[in-house]
Every structure is written in structure tokens, then in C-alpha cells.
């Protein structure tokens, strides 16, 4: 069950805070350290994710010297007034591949007029765009230098309906089952086939359900309105943990092993599905 191979994980926060002196002796020892991680446990490819501010110079360099095995994605605030030129940059002189947005930490519906011109550019070049919905622990907040405060009324998967609906080549991914929507989740995955879900993190929202959920149920729920073709497999992985997060990849193939996913969906989930969304060779 370790041996699988070419895996992509679809989610991870790849450095710490950005202002250690000097940055760029930084980026070189954390790319190495990762690098190192992902030979030891056969990952081609890790989306590692720019989500603190002045981070995204420093993830783009590491991107470069990765070779193409380190796929830029990076948070954009659609509030700020200058968002749809910042997300243009971020594509056209640092090489980023995919937005993330935070609805509830930004204070801006996914329906709503002020992400408009951030997913057009999104959809000109079929960039997925992650849009975090639910639950965020107080000490991910911090780290990720985010309100302690949250609306996460905002971070509704229903919302992704309307904008999903307008924005057919964008693929939207909603991470960790939705984070305490798994319903709204599958709800929205059933209405749009544009709508995919990830499933990093150690899924501990599942304690805040009103039924007893195994990891298991989860699985068979998003297989039986995803299919196995739109469940992309994450860990949420950490600079912080100084290494890849093998014990949530062992938790989810135990899992999927239990269901009795076939090998094929498995690669799917694993690897197949990141590579086209990706676009990679």
C-alpha cells in the first residue's frame, strides 16, 4: 500500500514566515528539504500553496528551481482594489498556476460581484481556483496571519453554484470535504460538474457532525456525487511539520482500501486528476 507511485498532492502551505533573514538562503533550505521528501515518498508533484503576505516572490523562485515538481498556487484577496492585476502578475511574471480564496477570512461572497474579474482571468486559461470553505482551526488562522474572526456563513458550498455555473472552464476545488459542509459539498459537486473536492487536512471537522462519520463515510459519500474523477488527493502539509504528511496519506488509502476503490479510481484520486487539472506532461 506505501508503493504507490507518481503521487500529486493537491494541497500543501510550503514555507514558514517569510521575513527570516537572509529569505533566499531560506527558499534554497526548504526546497531541498521537501525536495527531499517528496523522492523519499514518491510524489512527482506538491501545489504548494503562497498564503502569507510577501510569500509569493519566494514561492514562484522555489517553483523555478524545482523543476516543474512544485506547482504555485497562491491566495488572492478579491477585495483589494487591485486584485485582477495582482492575479494577472502572479500568472505572467511569477508562473503560478491556481488561485486560493478565502471567503469568510475576506469578507466576500464566491457569488458576488468582487471575484468576478480574478475568476475571468481564471477561466481564460482553465486555472483551478481552491475556494476554502468551513472550518478553520485558531492556530491554522495565525499561521496563515488571518482574522481570528470568521464568517464562515460566507464560506457556504452553495455559493460556488452561481459563479461555477457562469465560470464553466474553471475548475473550483472545495478542500477538505468542505470542512463541516460536506452536504452543502455534495450538494454543490451534484449541480455543477466543474465542482471538485479535495481531501487534505485531518479532516477533524468530521467531530462536529450531527451522525457518526468514519473517514470511510466520507469517501463513499463524495465517490457516489464526485465519482472518483473529481476527488483530488491533498494533505495540507506544513513547513511547520518539516515533513510530508505520510501518516494522511496512509489514513485515506486504508480508507479507499476498505471501499474496495478499484486500483484505477485510486489512481485517479491519487495522481490522474491532478495531472489534467495541472495540465502537466
Known amino acids: 500500500m506505501d508503493n504507490f507511485q507518481g503521487l500529486i ?54 517553483a ?26 502572479l500568472i505572467g511574471r511569477y508562473g503560478f498556476r491556481g488561485f486560493l480564496l478565502f471567503p469568510s477570512a475576506h469578507g466576500f461572497s464566491i457569488d458576488g460581484p468582487q471575484a468576478e474579474g480574478l475568476l475571468e482571468i481564471a477561466g481564460d486559461i482553465s486555472a483551478p481556483v481552491i475556494v476554502h470553505c468551513g472550518l478553520l482551526a485558531p492556530e491554522h488562522r495565525d499561521q496563515l496571519e488571518l482574522p481570528q474572526s470568521l464568517d464562515i456563513s460566507l464560506g457556504n458550498p452553495l455559493s460556488l453554484i452561481p459563479a461555477a455555473t457562469r465560470h464553466p ?32 487536512s485531518s479532516n477533524s471537522w468530521i467531530r462536529t457532525q450531527s451522525s457518526e462519520l468514519r473517514l470511510e463515510d466520507v469517501f463513499e459519500r463524495a465517490l457516489g456525487v464526485f465519482g472518483a474523477e473529481r476527488i483530488l488527493f491533498g494533505t495540507g502539509s506544513t513547513p511547520a511539520a518539516r ?38 506532461k
Not at 538562503?25 to 527531499?36: C, F, G, K, P, S
Not at 524545482?66 to 477585495?79: N, S
Request: one cysteine or more.
Open 243 to 280: 515533513a510530508w504528511r505520510h501518516d494522511l496519506f496512509t489514513l485515506q488509502r486504508e480508507a479507499l482500501g476498505a471501499l474496495e476503490v478499484s486500483t484505477a479510481d485510486q489512481a485517479l484520486i491519487f495522481r490522474d486528476n491532478a495531472h489534467r487539472l495541472l495540465g502537466l
Open 9 to 62: 498532492d493537491f494541497r500543501s502551505n510550503f514555507f514558514g514566515p517569510c521575513n527570516q533573514d537572509p529569505p533566499q538562503r531560506n527558499v534554497e533550505e526548504q526546497l531541498a528539504t521537501w525536495i527531499a521528501e517528496l523522492d523519499t515518498h514518491s510524489l512527482d508533484h506538491l501545489v504548494a500553496y503562497a498564503s502569507r503576505p510577501g510569500e509569493a516572490p519566494l514561492v514562484a523562485a522555489a
Open 64 to 89: 523555478r528551481a524545482a523543476e516543474g515538481r512544485l506547482i504555485p498556487f497562491a491566495l488572492v484577496d478579491p477585495t483589494s482594489c487591485d486584485s485582477k492585476d495582482r492575479a494577472e502578475e
Open 169 to 200: 472552464k474553471v475548475p473550483f476545488v472545495i478542500p477538505h470535504f468542505g470542512a463541516g459542509f460536506l452536504r452543502e459539498t455534495l450538494m454543490a459537486g451534484e449541480m455543477c460538474e466543474n465542482i471538485f473536492v479535495d481531501t487534505s
